[in-house]
C-alpha cells in the first residue's frame, strides 16, 4: 500500500463504508497510477474483496510523478477523512 498515506479507518467507519457499498456499490471510483498502484481507494477495494467482488469502478491517472502521486493521495483523502489536529499535523509534516 503505497499511497496509503493516512491511518486505518476506525472499524466503525469501515463497516459504515461496507454497508454503503453493500447497499449502493463503490460510488467514488478507485484511483490507480499507470503501474497498477492505488492512490486512492484502498480501503473501498479492501471492502469489494472481502465482499467477494471483483469489479469496481476505476480511474488511472497516468504521467504523475512520485511526489504528484503522494499530493494527490493525500489530497484527496483529507478532503474525506475525519482528522484530528495530530493526524493533520502528521500529513503536513509528511508532505513537507
Known sequence: MKYQ???PLSPEDFAALEASIIEYGVLVPVEYD?????????HRVQVCE???LADWPRFVRKGLSEAEKRTLARELNVSRRHLTSAQKR????GQL
Open 34 to 42: 499507470e503501474d497498477g498502484n492505488i492512490l486512492d481507494g484502498h
Open 90 to 93: 502528521a500529513l503536513i509534516e
Open 50 to 52: 472481502s465482499l467477494g
Open 5 to 7: 498515506l493516512l491511518p
